[in-house]
């Protein structure tokens, strides 16, 4: 198995147990739609709430996982879709106003 899978692997798992019971805000909007289907990574992990981070997690997250994507070759989200997505994250992220 991969380093960037197994690291991909131990980080769900840690992650899927602290939003396991958790929403994703606005869940029907265009914006989590896109985050549900490019950040849940096929079967890699469920999408993790926003709230779980602070906007720079959240844009080092969206960097490292880009990568990891790519490197795996999962579909990436066009740069519209990824400013959607990262602002999505930003307006729910903890801390945010």
Known sequence: MSR???LCLST???LLALSCSSKL???ESRPAQLYRQYCSGKGCHD???PKRGGIQYWEMQNKR???LMRH???PLPSAAEQEEILSY???HAQGAK
Do not use: H, S
């Open 4 to 6: 960037p899978l197994i």
């Open 72 to 74: 795996q070759g999962f």
């Open 25 to 27: 805000p606005e869940p």
């Open 12 to 14: 769900a798992g840690l």
């Open 47 to 49: 999408p993790i709430p």
């Open 89 to 91: 994250l930003r307006r």
């Open 65 to 67: 996982m880009l990568e």
